[in-house]
């Protein structure tokens, strides 16, 4: 079973020319696929609920509710820094609401760096590359941002604040 996951992952990723051609599992159930944002800008970031950073989920929710008809934001949670993000989807989708009133789209619970990486971070950090960033993902809440075309345009740090002129620079 394992290896015919591996095999599908792998396939995905060979045959990945573009963001469009992902799809991931959303926090709680059903996809979430990412050609039905064609034309907006995307942010990507992999999130937690026991870190430092993790007030940011009101900066990316004020974010998403400002710029929605350019931008669709994406959250992934991610147990790969600090073991800080420890709960299951349906505890970390109750712990967005709650705590932050979260209304962006969140993924299901993935890897984002190591062995076990995502194929849609393993697409994104391979990006990244391309544009002389060699190791993009150093902690929680790194976050990608995609153009209309789905072309990646810059990768923003954990300490880069979603409503900062740095990052909503390129989105006005």
Request: overall charge neutral; charged content about 20%.
């Amino acid at each position: 079973m394992k290896l015919a996951i591996l095999a599908t992952l792998f396939t995905m990723l060979l045959t990945a020319n573009s963001i469009y051609d992902f799809k991931v599992d959303g926090l709680s159930g059903g996809t979430i696929d990412f050609a039905q944002f064609k034309g907006k800008k995307i942010l990507i970031v992999n999130t937690a609920s026991e870190c430092g950073y993790t007030p940011q989920y009101d900066g990316l929710e004020k974010l998403y509710e400002t710029y929605k008809d350019k931008l669709v934001i994406v959250g992934f949670p991610a147990n790969n820094f600090g073991a800080q993000e420890p709960g299951s989807n349906e505890q970390i989708g109750a712990f967005c609401r709650k705590n932050y009133g979260v209304t962006f789209p969140m993924a299901a619970k993935v890897s984002v760096k190591g062995e076990d990486i995502a194929p849609l971070f393993q697409y994104l950090v391979a990006e990244a590359k391309k544009q002389g960033v060699a190791d993009p993902i150093k902690w929680n809440f790194t976050k990608f941002l995609v153009d209309e075309n789905g072309n990646l345009v810059h990768v923003f740090p954990s300490k880069v604040e979603p409503m900062s002129d740095e990052l909503t620079g390129y989105l006005k």
